[in-house]
Every structure is written in C-alpha cells, then in structure tokens.
C-alpha cells in the first residue's frame, strides 16, 4: 500500500525546470533514500511531499501528490495539517532557541494540546522514540542549544515524532554530524520504519544502502531509476545509474 | 620614528572619547555634589515640593523623578505593542516594496527633530487633550505620554525589526514543517529568537524617553506638581532646563543635581544595554 | 481551512499596529509641510528680524545652523575617523579598546540636555568660551561623536585584510596602508557618519539652549564663532514657546522636516548603493 505517491509532477522555479515529470510511490512503513549529484531535484522533490517549496516565492508545481490518496495541492487541503502528518528534518539541526522540553512540546501545543500529563508524556515518548531519552531525562528544561550536533539532530527528529506524523521525511540529516552521531540516526532511523514511512535524502550512497529498501536515482531534474535498494545497487538498469554509483565507489 | 608618532597620534585620538567621558562625569559630579549635601540627599531625592525662588525655598525633586517614571512607563505602554507588531509585520509579512518605504518613513520620523514634535505637539495634541477630556488645560503627563510614545516608535522598530531579519530561516522551517501556521510561527518561533534585540529596542526607547527635554518641555505644562494623569507637570529634564537661564546661587546648583540624578537615571540604562549587547554578541 | 483565532488576532494586531504607524507619520509630515508652506515666504528666509520694521526672518538662523554644521565637522571628523583608524588598524591592547568601546557607547547614550549642561560648564564656564557657536559646536562634537567612530569603523571592518597584507608585502609602512589603502575604501563610512552626523546637529536644541544661546545676529563666520547665535531649531522653540509665532515656526518645522527627509533618503540609497558593490 503506498502511502504517499507523486504523479506527473513538473516543478519550476520561475522559468526554470526543476522536476520534470516524476512518477514515484512510496509504500507504507519503507524507508525510501533519494540520491543523486547536487543540484539533481532530490531535495526539491523532497519538499514538495509537505509543500515546503510554498515558501520560495515563484515556484510553480503542476502534476499530483497524493497522500492517502488524496491531491495534497488541492485547494481545500489545510497545509498545517498536512504538514502535522508529513513532517520534515532538515540538514542542518535546527532545535529552537528554548529548552528541551518546549522544542519537543513546541509542535503538540501548536496542535491544541495543553494538558501538562499528555505533553510530558508525548516529550518522553518522542525523546525515547528518538533514542535520546537517557541522555537528556536529567535536564529536560535546559536549553537545547547546549546538546551536541548529534543530540540536536536527535531533538529535532523527537520534535517531529511528537506530532504524531504517519512519513518522515530526512533531507540529508547526518551531513552536518559526525560518523558515530551518523551511525546513531541510521540505526535510529531503521527502528523507526517500523511505524513511519520515511523518505531520506542523502547524497551518501553506503547509508543509503546501509537503511533504505527503495532508492530513487534522480539527474538534472529527471528520475532515471528506482527500484529495490541491493538490486539498484549491484544491477542497476539503466546506464547513468551504473555510471554515478561506480563513480562513487570506485 | 616617524611610524611611532603616527601609532601615538591615533592612540590619543582614540582615547579623546574617554576623555569626554571623564570629562562631562567629573563635572557633573563635582557641580552637582554641592547641593546635594547642603539640601540633605532625603530631602533633595523624597522631598515633595520644590519651590526654588520663593523667601523659603524647598527642593524636592520627587515630582520630576516620579514624572519621569511615570512618563516613560506610559509612553512604553502606548510605544511598545505599536512598535513591537508594526516591527513583526514589516520583518515577516510585509512585501519587500512596503518593508522599504516603511524603513525610510521611520528613519524619517526617528530624526525629526524634537522641537517639532514638541511644535504639533502644542498645536494639535494639547488642544485636543483639553476638549477631549474637558480640562482647563490640555498641557499634561498625558499629553507628554503620547508625544514620547510616538517619539520612542522609530527606535522600538528600527532594533526590533533589524533582530527579527536576523533570525535564522531554519527556524521559521521546523516550526512550519511541524505543521504551525507562518503567524504562529513568527510570534512563537522567531520573536523568542530575537528577543534580545527586542529587548534591546525597549531598554534604547526608555533611554530616549528619560532624556527627552525639548518635545516634553512644549507639552507637558512644566508646573513641578506630583505627577497624575491630567495636571501638568514636570520631568527631570524640563527641569534642569526651564529654570537654568534664570537661576543663580542654590537654585542654579540644585539644577546641576538634578542632572546628576538625571545622568545617573541614563548611566543604569546604559549598563543594561551593554549588557544586553554582550547576549547578543554571544548567542 | 480551519483558521485558528490566534493568527487571526495576531494578524489584527500587527495590521493596525502598521496603518497607525503610516497614518501617524504621513499626517504628522503632511501637516507640518501644509502649515509651513503657508508661512513661507522670500522675505521670511532672506532677512534678520527687525523690531522697527515689525518683520521677522530667519536668515541668520539659517547661516547659523550652516556655520554650526561646518564647524562641528571639521572637528569631529579628524577625532572620529581617527578613532576609528586606532581601533580598528593600530589597537593591539584589549583593555584599552574596550575602555574606548565602552566610552563610546556611553557617549551615545547620554541625553542632549546632559550635554548641554556639561557643554555649558566646560566649554563657555571653564574654557572661557563664553555662550558661543564655538562653545554649541565643541558640545554638539562630543555628541556627534560616537556616530563618526562607529560608522567608519563599520566600513574600516569590511576592508579585506588581502588588501592591507598585499600593502605590507610590498613593504609599505602602517601609515602608509592606512593612508593609500584602508581609508579610501572606507569613504562610504564615513560619509554615513557625516550625514548622520548633520542629521543630528540640525535637529538638535537642547544642548544648544545655554551652549550657544538665542540671538539673532547675521554675522561673518569668524565673528559668529565667538557670538551667540540661534539656530533653526532654537529658533522654533523660541518663536513658538516664547514669542507665540506659530507661522514663523511651522516655516521652520518644514525646512527642517525637508532637511531630515532628504537626508534619510541619501542613507537610504547610500547604503543601498554600497551594498548592492559590495
């Protein structure tokens, strides 16, 4: 069952194409890396799962996504809500300048949620969710500026889960991070498939080999190839495929 | 040599500031010292009643130093909540062509002269307060409050709005990811962040609202009653400048105590915006 | 889509925050515009006010406030552009710039009435300089003062430190970088502080009232130098609060008014034009 699935999806910015005509599904509790050389539309794409290109002024987007089979550029789609299903970690960690505690109670309160017993027991659930729990129980109100850039990776990630999203979606979340911070998101990211369907950007084809069972090869706007992870690796179809991940490689 | 002399010569030129400092502080200080002590620091600082010309005179300046406070409290509760949403809007939600012309419309009125202020202020606004609120005479704290709440405006904005255009962009995206709407997430998200700038802008609009003389002195009656919203009355500023061309003996000492305290007043708001600098330097 | 009420109040909040705030300053400056432009006139700007002739003008004040403005430029530009050069090229000792930093900001902050009275013990008391356009100037220098440092050293900041290594390299001395490298690219600064610094001298009369006094006396630059005088904006105190001649000070709340827009829009454009090179 695909969660979430783009149809005939064109995206410009102004003049300039920058998706041409992308068709990809994503099955539910999966995790779908997207790869590719800098500037090829895979973080863009990315965005447009939860519309965040809506906040680039003069970008144009024709073609569907659906999400539970529902047009989610459709005009009475409530972009918030949308947003609270579909939520987003960025590159860079960006956990809000307040404690720990209210960055993870930041998303729920905005929801209507008030109730002092449910948030304390959403920000546990989420920071055990994120496997930072252990590390942070003991100083929950102090700032979260002060944890490390793994940590704050971590935090941002609990700050999604706490939302309650049904697809998470990663652009390139360890590129600021350490290898040990990096290998802690990936395992991470691994046990959380098991209730999310995530969607990772990432521009390091062994992670994405490591975690994904789909990959998605996008070039210069175009998707060239997707196909199950080990079988995209070891036998890609399609030439620019094998050219970019052997180029890597070797 | 020659390359030493040079290196000596901007040294002094850099410490001619420090010695402006010293200078205007010692002689503060040591002119306004005088009478001070020869009034009693209680009865110069609580006393209730200054009559500085008459067979006994009595200085009190407890009436400017409450007006003071009294004016510039005012004037930020009328100032603020303007600045601080106007300051939000042109940051976040103004098109950049309106953004523009708000910034130049508010450099504007930020270096309009204070005499002009105090010009319309008499003009318009006294007349106004008079019919308005049925008084004998329309020249009041009251009058003055709105004359410094319009006054501080430009300042509240100009570091309101430079700290909000500062905040990350990262920021506003995880907010709006978890699915806030962009109002939410510019009041909750990036005014927390750039709350030291905004404090800032606040801390900068009391300064200018204590030192304020020249609009104040045309609107605000200049009568040294203890302050209450419609009688006229007289803030620490106006006081040193009303009676100065005139004075002469104790009288005229008692003035330069009043700067004193005056001074003193602006020196704390200086410590905190230094302080409040280094947060911003720091964060 | 479900609007939720705080964005609806927020948004209220913000919108008649703006409207007020636009509303406020166009009929404050269109106000002040239609009632000085009634009271201006040829003869108003051209002549001294005369009791015989039961005529006032404001020309005197006018070469005042020019002569006031030049004379408090010469002096603080020398003193602030030099400051800066210190801080920012020659300072090797922290203690020392943050003393100097924070006499600066201190400077800043001080209230105009403050430096009228210190300008007025220091400079017409002690230095026998009498209340004079000499005496107004020297205070308005240790007003002005801060803006001058604090605007070049802004521009001496982002001069490339490439540009003063390739100087050094070539075996020119400190002074020398400074003169032929670090300070013609940092005009833009201080031509901000000039401008900023005029903005301020024109719109300032507290520190001028026992500095420099109220006549009304033409005179030749030297003769004013060590005569009272009264500038624009003294003179609309004195016209308005003393005298009760509102025309006479309406006209020169508009000139002034005039003065303070055109000199925002030259920043305006000047920082538009350095940054957009930049």
Request: aromatic share 10%; proline share 4%; hydrophobic share 50%.
């Amino acid at each position: 069952m695909n969660i979430i699935e783009s149809k005939n999806l064109d995206l410009f910015y102004s003049s300039h194409q920058a998706l041409k005509n992308i068709n990809l599904s994503f099955p539910e509790n999966s995790v779908s890396a997207l790869i590719g050389p800098s500037g090829c539309g895979k973080s863009t794409f990315l965005k447009t799962l939860n519309r965040m290109n809506d906040l680039i002024d003069g970008v144009k987007v024709t073609g569907q996504i659906l999400y539970n089979g529902k047009d989610i550029y459709a005009s009475d789609v409530d972009v918030n809500e949308l947003r609270k299903d579909v939520g987003m970690v960025f590159q860079k960690p960006n956990p809000f300048m307040m404690s720990i505690y209210d960055n993870i109670a930041y998303g729920p309160r905005t929801h209507g949620i008030k109730n002092k017993a449910v948030l304390d027991e959403l920000v546990e659930s989420s920071l055990k969710g994120a496997a930072l729990w252990d590390e942070v129980k003991d100083r929950l109100k102090k700032s979260a500026l002060g944890l490390s850039g793994g940590q704050q990776q971590r935090l941002c990630i609990a700050r999604a889960l706490a939302v309650k999203p049904k697809v998470l979606l990663m652009d390139e979340p360890t590129s600021a991070l350490d290898p040990i911070s990096t290998s802690k998101i990936e395992e991470l990211v691994v046990t959380l498939k098991d209730k999310y369907t995530i969607v990772i950007v990432t521009h390091n084809m062994q992670q994405a080999l490591r975690i994904s069972d789909l990959t998605a090869f996008f070039l210069l706007g175009n998707l060239i190839e997707v196909g199950k992870t080990e079988e995209l690796f070891s036998s890609p179809k399609e030439k620019k495929t094998e050219d970019y991940i052997t180029g890597r490689f070797g | 040599m020659k390359e030493r002399a040079i290196g000596i010569i901007f040294t002094l030129l850099g410490l001619v500031s420090v010695l402006f400092v010293l200078l205007i502080t010692v002689y503060l200080i040591v002119s306004g010292v005088p009478a001070i002590g020869e009034i009693g620091f209680i009865n110069f600082m609580f006393g209730k009643v200054w009559r500085s010309t008459g067979s006994d005179p009595q200085f009190g300046i407890l009436p400017f130093i409450l007006t003071t406070i009294w004016g510039t409290i005012g004037s930020l509760i009328i100032g603020l909540p303007i600045g601080f949403f106007s300051a939000v809007y042109l940051a976040k939600m103004a098109p950049k062509r309106i953004r523009d012309i708000f910034v130049v419309i508010i450099g504007v009125i930020s270096g309009v002269p204070s005499v002009v202020y105090g010009l319309v202020g008499m003009l318009v606004l006294v007349p106004f307060v008079r019919t308005v609120f049925n008084l004998p005479d329309g020249a009041s704290l009251f009058a003055s409050i709105i004359v410094l709440a319009v006054m501080i405006l430009p300042t509240v904005i100009k570091v309101s709005l430079t700290s909000l255009e500062a905040v990350p962009k990262d920021y506003e995206e995880a907010s709006l990811a978890l699915g806030a709407t962009k109002i939410e997430t510019y009041f909750r998200v990036s005014v927390p962040a750039a709350r030291s700038g905004i404090l800032t802008s606040v801390v900068l609009g009391i300064g200018r609202a204590i030192g304020e003389a020249m609009a104040v002195m045309m609107v605000a009656g200049n009568v040294a009653n203890m302050p209450s919203i419609f009688k006229s009355v007289r803030y620490l500023t106006t006081a040193v400048a009303i009676e100065m061309s005139y004075s002469s003996g104790l009288q005229r000492q008692a003035l330069f105590s009043i700067a004193l305290v005056l001074f003193c007043f602006i020196m704390i708001i200086n410590g905190i915006l230094m302080v409040l600098r280094r947060e911003n330097k720091d964060a | 889509m479900r609007k939720k009420p705080f964005d609806i109040y927020m948004k209220i909040f913000c919108y008649i925050s703006i409207i007020l705030v636009g509303l406020l300053s166009f009929s404050l400056v269109c106000y002040v515009l239609v009632k000085g432009a009634k009271n201006i006139s040829w003869q108003l700007l051209s002549t001294s006010p005369s009791y015989l002739e039961e005529r006032i003008g404001i020309l005197p004040d006018i070469v005042n406030t020019i002569y006031l403005v030049i004379t408090t430029l010469i002096v603080v530009l020398p003193l602030g552009v030099g400051a800066a050069i210190y801080l920012n090229e020659y300072a090797t000792n922290r203690k020392l710039t943050s003393l100097i930093d924070f006499a600066s900001e201190t400077l800043a902050g001080i209230p105009s009435i403050i430096y009228g009275l210190a300008g007025m013990l220091i400079f017409c008391q002690f230095l026998r300089l009498k209340t004079s356009l000499l005496s107004g100037s020297l205070t308005l220098v240790m007003m002005t003062l801060p803006t001058v440092i604090r605007t070049t050293q802004e521009s001496l900041k982002t001069v490339p430190n490439s540009y003063r290594e390739g100087a050094f390299a070539l075996g020119a001395g400190k002074w020398r970088v400074v003169r032929t490298v670090v300070l013609p690219s940092s005009i833009q600064g201080i031509l901000t502080g000039c401008i900023l610094s005029i903005g301020r001298i024109l719109g300032e009369s507290a520190a001028l009232l026992f500095t420099m006094g109220f006549a009304h006396t033409l005179n030749n630059y030297f003769t004013a130098l060590g005569s009272s005088g009264a500038t624009l904006t003294v003179a609309l105190y004195v016209y308005a609060k003393e005298q009760g001649e509102f025309g006479v000070a309406f006209a020169i709340a508009a000139i002034l008014l005039i003065l303070t827009i055109l000199i925002n829009l030259i920043t305006f454009f000047l920082e538009r034009h350095f940054e957009r090179r930049n």
